[in-house]
């Protein structure tokens, strides 16, 4: 039986899954796609067409929740990220591709860890108040531009810096959309376009169009809290794959 359909209907799962959480949630595109689409096209070209989506997933999601967009604090999280991402870049570049991918998954889980701990922390505390100045965004906003080049994950830095600061959800998913679209299009322009089959571009964009409508129409059903808690043991299982296959040299 002829199995080459297979890659295609991957990659229309992961970009819809992708989608779909970010309507809901604010961020988790590139949390539950990068690992898997790494699986399917290779570390480089798999975080770059993470990269390409995310900013057309990104910008229109902030289409529909732009007047909850903080333009201030979000600036202020992308000026760093902005120069992070060259040197994310030129790592992505120049790593092996074995070596990228063991990058790409590693970065994930770590990232995952990070949010699962500080979340816990700031339940048992309810929060921990607004930011008193620019330090954590400037910090938040550089890693957020180094994963995003390196391994397409730029999402749990700016929520692990939401989280710290006390940034409400609503404000923060809303500008987030912002950070990513201006994030992710400085990575593209820093490692260019991916090459891939002109079929594979039109199953990636009809993916995301459907995993968007999805999510809005689920949006006001399913609990933020639940398809954050699904989009995470996504983003796990793949990244986790992600790993063991450039471990065993693809």
Do not use: E
């Not at 201030?72 to 790593?95: F, I």
């Not at 092996?96 to 995952?112: H, I, M, R, T």
């Amino acid at each position: 039986m002829d199995a080459g359909w297979l890659p295609s209907l991957g990659l229309a799962a992961a970009v819809a899954l992708g989608a779909g959480t970010q309507r809901i949630t604010g961020l988790g595109f590139a949390l539950v796609s990068a690992p898997f689409l790494v699986l399917l096209l290779g570390p480089f070209t798999g975080v770059l067409v993470v990269n390409v989506l995310g900013v057309a997933a990104a910008v229109l999601v902030l289409a529909q929740v732009r007047r909850d967009v903080d333009v201030r604090r979000g600036l202020l999280l992308s000026a760093p990220a902005l120069l992070a991402v060259l040197p994310g870049a030129w790592v992505a570049r120049h790593t092996a591709p074995d070596v990228l991918q063991v990058l790409v998954g590693g970065s994930v889980v770590v990232a995952l860890l990070a949010l699962l701990v500080i979340g816990r922390r700031s339940g048992a505390r309810g929060g921990s108040g607004p930011g008193t100045g620019p330090g954590p965004a400037v910090l938040a906003g550089a890693a957020s531009g180094f994963m995003n080049a390196t391994a397409g994950v730029g999402g749990p830095a700016l929520t692990v810096y939401a989280v710290a600061t006390g940034w409400p959800q609503r404000a923060f998913a809303a500008t987030a959309q912002l950070c990513f679209t201006v994030i992710g299009a400085a990575t593209v322009a820093a490692k260019g376009l991916p090459s891939l089959p002109v079929v594979d571009w039109a199953v990636a964009a009809a993916a995301l169009g459907a995993g968007l409508v999805a999510g809005t129409a689920l949006s006001t059903r399913v609990r933020p809290s639940a398809a954050r808690a699904a989009a995470l043991a996504l983003a796990l299982l793949g990244s986790l794959a992600t790993v063991v296959d450039g471990l065993l040299g693809g």
